[in-house]
């Protein structure tokens, strides 16, 4: 991102529908704290301008950075540009991204603590069931696109009122949202707070690979991202794609 939110327009530069002059398909994201997690605030200068940002602290001379991203018409067309866009979020267990943030949902009433009993509620009656392999429940709900509206004055709105924008923004440009329950089991780790990592089966190197086997359960979400991600690809290019086997590419 460069010059402010312009910086967001440079996407589309090389045709309509293009980013960097290429059809993009799909857009994917795991518990990403879309409209950030305003409760940071205290903790935020240890995380620097990134924890300043997801907290929406404003700029020097600009709003919020996820305030632009949510609302400004260069993120959202380059956003909208997508064939289709994807998240997945966790229900619970997640201490890093809260639920309402990963779903792109606020409380009633703009409520910006994130009334996740009443974000869980409304979405479990909209959703679609499906269980995996391993029977983690998955709850599926289509959301359609409305039309982009002119970028609100952050300096104008509350933080609730900022956040019911960046929402709107957001969810506007249409989305396929995933809730993932991770079934409780018998052993420790299923009812230990780790739910982060396991969606994405962490296996990276450091202290998380001590404890990947406690995250392998996860990468059946990540089998159904990727079986998405073909399915995808294979719609785009008139193909046929293989069956997956056992869960695995």
């Known amino acids: 991102r460069e010059g402010g939110a312009g910086g967001g327009g440079r996407l589309n530069q090389g045709g309509a529908n293009t980013v960097c002059g290429l059809e993009p398909l799909a857009f994917v994201t795991t518990v990403t704290p879309h409209m950030g997690e305003p409760g940071l605030k205290f903790v935020s200068p240890i995380l620097g301008q990134t924890g300043h940002d997801i907290a929406l602290r404003p700029r020097v001379g600009e709003p919020p950075l996820l305030f632009q991203m949510g609302t400004a018409p260069p993120f959202l ?9 994807r ?13 309402w943030t990963a779903v792109i949902q606020v409380g009633d ?10 974000v869980i509620a409304r979405f479990f009656l909209r959703a679609a069931r499906y ?7 998955l709850l599926s709900v289509e959301q359609a696109g409305s039309p982009l509206i002119e970028t609100p004055d952050s300096a104008a709105l509350s933080l609730p009122g900022q956040l019911l924008a960046i929402e709107h923004g957001l969810n506007g440009c249409g989305w396929s949202k995933i809730a993932v329950k991770f079934k409780a089991g018998w052993l420790p780790h299923t009812w230990l707070p780790l739910s982060h990592a396991r969606l994405v089966a962490n296996e990276r190197k450091g202290l998380t690979q001590l404890i990947a086997p406690l995250l392998h359960d996860g990468r059946v979400i990540m089998d159904d991202l990727a079986s998405f991600l073909v399915s995808t690809i294979a719609d785009a290019s008139a193909i046929t794609p293989r069956p997956l086997s056992a869960g695995r590419l």
Request: glycine share 12%; proline share 3%.
């Open 87 to 99: 998240l997945y979020a966790n229900v619970s267990g997640d201490v890093l991204v809260p639920f």
């Open 77 to 85: 067309l380059a956003l909208r540009s997508f064939r289709c866009r």
């Open 109 to 118: 009433g703009g409520d910006y603590s994130g009334d996740n009993n009443g």
């Open 131 to 137: 269980k995996l392999e391993s029977q983690h429940e």
